[in-house]
């Protein structure tokens, strides 16, 4: 393949997929939601999660093949999921464009130990129970609440301008709902600030240097013998001149024109260096010799580090998990609540273990009652979505969440099933109820509660008093976001383990037909 | 100014002259010395949009309600994400023969809307009656964000001094309100002054001062032009929302018609087996003159299918 056609081809190839990625997580429409639920699958750091999440044989089976195949195609192909499926690369790649003026980029030192310790660290750490690391540096989390937290808000900005402009002349057009988050706003506005600031100096750094998924696409083209069959960008170092142009270009530094080297565990196959060396010294082919890292003898020393650098990751695994117990900040009783964690992630320990963070559930919630947590579960859960009934209540036949969650956090139910499942339970308090303190109906609690768990009973006066009863709580909220009292009457307590709520029958029964003989006035 | 006002002056200037010629003053319908149209249509026995063809005829047509050019709001309660036979709702095909008539009567734009307990999006679609309203040629309102909503103080009334109304039912020529007959648990009854909640955006401000009260005063600032009680599948218990066990329906293939809110709230009360005093809001309602819940004194006409 002629070289600039590569490129073409990566290019046009990478800006289709980031096409569909924003498609998929900007867009509202059932097809989006499908779409992006399917591409979020298709993840690697998901997917290694997935294999932890127990959701069941043909699950954990798809995970292991599509891990399988993505850490196997990395030993003879390299980094090519970098520029053709990461979300998160892919924004680089575009952070990238019409740079030409700019500096030249140069060689970013291997630094194996920063860049090997720092994979060992987040898997040791989940492996532990600890997403924390994970989700500070994975990359389809960076993009999930790049969108979610960022680029949402500014649309719907925009959207609002728009709408009121259309509405100027007339035409109606639909609003889009938003439940800003200010500090996880500020936090992704900064992070994405910095990314794009390193980026446009620097490169792909975050790539080269940060990236444990990277690290581990790039740990895979070393670890098997160089006999095998892998490709990849071969320097010719008896061509090479030095001249240092591929370096110049080359977006995660990973050529060292002086040392006449490509670090194939960074190169990602852009593709910029091919047709740039005057001498013809660069092509895509076959590798015959296994290419070394800095002051590094190959393949044992590598193994040998990695043994080294899974016992610094020992200490992780003491990880305090008391900083699971988070505390909710508006418990109306004054108490410490436990938050709720979504329908069908089986209660905090495991929902915390197991989120990476990416807002997926978030951006797709119809409700709103996801909402980005800060520090509810604590720093260990920094981010991972919460049940929040002040923004929101989770719809009684509703089961999106399980739908697009890609690491099996939030596993997929069916509506009968999660009919069934218990996130927390109702707590009325009496003293502060409109009725008792008014004297006037209300009952708003009851009329949105949809399974009965909180119902009106007589209470005097033509009044009727909400009555709750937690066999049957689903732990919804609806009671909780509806009631007007401030500070709230009723309330939800969270499970840490999720319960079984009963479905009392009959759910849905058809209709009576009543004949009337005449009309009753 | 609000938006909309600037939109209307800045409209003005445009279709003054041709409103002008188009729009004549209403015809007085209910005067006294001829034999009107009834106070109200009662109708059994057929589906939700055979019963409204006749019951609207018996009315005199839709153009007794809807001149050329107008723009109609149709309020239904699809406050719930919950299939048509279920009952929470509004019949989507109810609402579409209302919006068919509305459109054949000359009327310019016909939005239907509701400010939804679940999410829009599903309550709009699951209840079936965006496709309805979309297939006739009238469009969905959007009524979901708090900007839909301009504040609006209800004239005489105690509790409703600052409310945020949806600007339909401030600007629209002609309101229809379609609800659903249901039993509810803290009002009793859900019929068509209850509806009416669905086009102020607090509803938690309802709860807090006072429900009853609220509900019945909100009329004194507008009284839909027409309302329409759907009694075809009633929730006789377990409402509003019909998810319980302790639902039950019953299909009772019943409509109620009036221009009177109070007289179809009255003779809803009815058909769940109840009496027009036993609802709070229906008595405010009466004294505070929006109505007559006097079913006796009233004129009605009954028409089985």
């Known amino acids: ?521 | 100014m609000d938006r909309r006002e600037f939109l209307k002056r800045f409209a003005s200037c445009g279709v003054a002259a041709a409103a002008a010629v188009t729009l004549r003053p209403l015809r007085p319908l209910m005067a006294d010395d001829r034999v009107g149209p009834p106070d109200l249509v009662a109708l059994m026995g057929g589906s939700p949009q055979d019963m409204f063809d006749a019951g609207i005829a018996a009315l005199g047509g839709m153009r007794a309600f809807v001149r050329p050019g107008q723009v109609v709001a149709v309020k239904p309660n699809i406050s719930w994400a919950s299939a048509p036979e279920r009952g929470a709702t509004t019949h989507p095909l109810l609402v579409r023969r209302i919006c068919e008539h509305c459109l054949e009567a000359g009327a310019r734009r016909v939005y239907v809307f509701d400010n939804t307990i679940h999410s829009w999006e599903t309550c709009y679609s699951e209840t079936g009656v965006e496709a309805a309203v979309k297939a006739v040629g009238a469009s969905m309102a959007p009524a979901h964000t708090a900007g839909y909503y301009q504040a609006a103080a209800v004239p005489g009334s105690r509790l409703l001094r600052n409310i945020q109304v949806h600007e339909l039912v401030l600007e629209a020529d002609v309101l229809i309100n379609v609800p659903v007959l249901k039993h509810h648990g803290s009002t009793r009854m859900t019929g068509a002054l209850k509806n009416l909640m669905g086009v102020v955006w607090d509803r938690g401000m309802y709860h807090r001062s006072g429900l009853h009260r609220c509900i019945a005063e909100f009329p004194l600032l507008r009284k839909p032009t027409l309302n329409v009680v759907d009694a075809h599948t009633v929730m006789i218990s377990g409402g509003p929302q019909g998810t319980s066990y302790r639902t039950s329906l019953e299909l009772r293939k019943m409509q109620i018609i009036s221009r009177d809110i109070v007289a179809a709230d009255a003779a809803a009360s009815r058909v769940l087996g109840l009496e027009p005093e036993d609802i709070g809001h229906i008595g405010i309602a009466a004294d505070a003159g929006l109505g007559s819940a006097a079913l006796d004194s009233l004129a009605i006409e009954r028409i089985r299918l």
Request: charged share 20%; aromatic share 10%.
């Open chain 1, 1 to 521: 393949m002629k070289p600039p056609r590569w490129r073409t081809l990566r290019a046009g190839v990478g800006l289709f997929v980031l096409g569909l990625f924003f498609y998929a997580f900007l867009g509202q429409s059932a097809a989006a939601v499908s779409l992006a639920a399917l591409l979020a699958r298709f993840q690697l750091g998901p997917s290694l999660v997935r294999l932890f999440s127990a959701e069941g044989a043909s699950s954990f089976a798809a995970a292991v093949v599509f891990s399988a195949v993505l850490l196997l195609s990395a030993v003879f192909l390299g980094r090519w999921y970098c520029s053709f499926l990461c979300p998160f690369g892919l924004i680089q790649d575009a952070m990238l464009r019409r740079r030409r003026k700019r500096k030249a980029f140069r060689y970013i030192p291997s630094l194996p130990l920063l860049r090997y310790g720092l994979l060992l660290l987040v898997i040791g750490t989940a492996l532990a129970g600890t997403l924390l690391f994970l989700n500070l540096t994975e990359p389809y989390s960076w993009w999930g609440r790049l969108v979610r937290d960022l680029l949402i808000p500014v649309l719907v900005l925009l959207n609002r301008g728009f709408t009121a402009l259309a509405d100027l002349f007339g035409v109606y057009i639909f609003q889009m709902e938003y439940t800003i988050d200010i500090p996880v706003f500020l936090v992704t506005l900064a992070a994405t600030g910095f990314l794009l600031f390193v980026t446009r100096r620097y490169g792909r750094i975050y790539c080269s240097v940060v990236c444990p998924v990277g690290t581990l696409l790039g740990g895979c083209s070393r670890v098997f013998p160089a006999s095998l069959p892998k490709a990849g960008i071969v320097l010719d170092a008896d061509a090479c001149i030095s001249c240092g142009r591929c370096e110049g270009v080359c977006r995660t530094g990973c050529i060292d024109s002086a040392g006449k080297r490509v670090d194939r565990d960074r190169c990602v196959l852009c593709g910029d260096c091919l047709g740039i060396c005057p001498e013809g010294a660069l092509r895509y082919g076959r590798i015959v010799t296994g290419p070394k890292l800095d002051g590094d003898d190959g393949r044992r020393s590598f193994l040998k580090r990695f043994g080294f650098f899974s016992l610094l990751t020992l200490p992780a695994l003491f990880f305090p998990p008391s900083l699971t117990a988070g505390k909710r900040k508006t418990d109306p009783a004054g108490g410490a609540n436990t938050p709720a964690t979504p329908p069908g992630s089986r209660g905090v320990r495991r929902f915390t273990s197991l989120c990476i963070s990416c807002h997926l559930c978030v951006n797709k919630c119809p409700t709103g009652v996801l909402a980005p947590s800060l520090m509810e579960y604590g720093l260990r859960g920094l981010f991972q979505p919460v049940m929040d009934y002040s923004s929101g209540f989770c719809e009684y036949e509703c089961t999106r969440c399980g739908e697009v969650c890609p690491s099996g956090a939030i596993l997929p139910l069916s509506p009968e099933r999660k009919k069934t499942v218990q996130i927390g339970r109702v707590e009325f308090l009496k003293d502060r109820c409109v009725v008792i303190t008014n004297g006037t109906v209300c009952g708003a609690c009851a009329e949105v509660c949809p399974t009965h768990a909180v119902g009106m009973e007589p209470f005097g006066a033509g009044l009727n008093l909400p009555v709750t009863d937690n066999a049957l709580c689903v732990g919804c909220g609806s009671c909780e976001y509806a009631c007007p009292v401030p500070g709230k009457a009723i309330f939800v307590r969270g499970l840490a383990v999720h319960a079984a709520a009963e479905v009392r029958l009959p759910l849905y029964a058809a209709p009576r037909e009543v004949e009337d003989e005449e009309f009753p006035f």
